[in-house]
């Protein structure tokens, strides 16, 4: 199993379970169940996946592991790209699409994507 893979389902674990917290303890299908596909491998500073689960809204999270700014954008196969946030470092924007995300220092963003 590849490094990124392992620190995906350590963070994914602990990350998705603060989203579920925070969303009142309703959490998306695909936050208890799902697979983790990963998301620009290449990029070396923000580690990101989706969370699927079939028949239910696919999950993006992104991680920022730098002490800089870090911009993603990502595109679902099937989505419009339309993002519905479930959980995010606190003070960061809100965005509602998935074209442009800015991840502060050490950043996290979880989204439910339609």
Known sequence: MHCYKRIASCASALILGAAALGAGGQAAP????GANPMLDTANTKVLSWLRLAPGAPAVVVSVNFTAESQTVAWSVPGARGIARTL???????DPVLLDRIVLGPFGVYVAEVR
């Open 87 to 93: 959980l995010k470092t606190p003070g960061a924007a």
């Open 30 to 33: 695909s936050l208890a169940h």
